[in-house]
């Protein structure tokens, strides 16, 4: 067996040790060992500071994520919520639309009929017919913001035609009210005109007079007739016009029916136009039978053939 020397250098000197000895062997063996148990344990430290801080970071990373993952869930049903509140809000647009739309309808009708249009040339029950050629798209995508806005400009302009229609409305029965009192046509079933309004020779004294009124004549008993709606406010005997009728059709409109044989109607009676308000006869300051008609505007008498002529 070869023996083995290490030399081992000091301020002493230098040393020999014979690795061929036991007890040489022996220490040496257990150096060794210790060496390596105490770079295995460092080994197993730093391993496992190492593993730990891996972990530590995966953890870290799925808590990152799953913070993530929440407030995309938050943003989500956030979104949602908005949605909703914006569909809630155009179903109500939508339900105040269609009340508009019926009272555009309802007034559509009523002008229909005040205006007198022909059946079916505005019939406002059925959609009116719209259509064009092919159409070119402007490669926009409907949001619930332009949706929205829509609504609200459809709402505003039915909006300001409701209230054009109304005032036309207001204005169209104004005109058809007016016309209903503004005194129109003939005031006797039969008979012909025997004097006119303006200056005439008074057939009683035989000197130039005015004549204020017009004069219809025929037999005893025919019926005489308001030429528009009104109010009666005189029913009696008044001076020279005998037997007289006064009506109040409003805006300044009166007439007045005189000489009457019989006289139908009573002081704050309705009349309508055509109705039978008294029947002509002589009395008071006339030579025969005949009907006094007279109309005056704002107490002022005016002449009665325009309305006469109107018919």
């Known amino acids: 067996m070869k023996n083995l020397i290490l030399l081992r250098q000091s301020i002493d000197g230098t040393q020999s040790y014979n690795l061929a000895e036991p007890h040489i062997r022996t220490r040496l063996l257990m150096a060794v060992s210790a060496l390596v148990i105490l770079l295995m344990a460092a080994g197993g430290v730093i391993g496992y500071w190492l593993g730990g801080g891996s972990q530590k970071a995966e953890s870290v990373r799925l808590a990152a994520l799953k913070m993530r993952v929440e407030q995309q869930e938050n943003e989500l049903q956030a979104l949602k919520q908005h949605m909703q509140h914006g ?9 105040k639309l269609y009340a508009q739309a019926l009272k555009l309808n309802s007034l559509g009708g009523q002008l229909t009929k005040v205006a007198k249009l022909d059946d079916g040339e505005f019939d406002f029950s059925v959609p009116p017919g719209i259509g064009g050629a092919e159409p070119v798209l402007l490669n926009e995508e409907n949001t619930i913001s332009t949706v929205f806005a829509d609504f609200l400009s459809i709402q505003k302009t039915l909006e300001e035609q409701q209230q054009q229609f109304a005032l036309l409305s ?11 009192l503004k005194p129109t046509g003939k ?6 005109i025997s004097s006119s309004f303006g200056k005439r020779i008074d057939p009683f004294t035989g000197k130039p007079a005015f004549h204020s009124g017009i004069d219809f004549s025929s037999h005893e008993g025919t019926g005489i007739k308001a030429v528009a709606d009104g109010v009666v406010v005189w029913a009696g005997k008044n001076g020279g ?46 030579t025969a039978s005949h009907l006094h008609f007279e109309v005056l505007k704002n107490g002022r008498k005016i002449n009665p053939w325009p309305f006469i002529h109107r018919a």
């Open 87 to 95: 569909i809630d809000a155009m179903a109500l647009q939508i339900g």
């Open 241 to 286: 016009y005998g037997n007289l009728v006064e009506i109040d059709h409003g805006n300044g409109y009166v007439t007045r029916y005189a000489h009457n044989s019989q006289i139908l109607v009573k002081v704050g009676d309705k009349v309508t136009a055509g109705q039978l308000i008294s029947k002509m006869g002589k009395t008071g300051r006339a």
């Open 170 to 180: 207001d204005l169209m029965n104004e005109q058809q009210m007016d016309k209903q």
């Open 187 to 192: 005031p006797v079933e039969s008979g012909w």
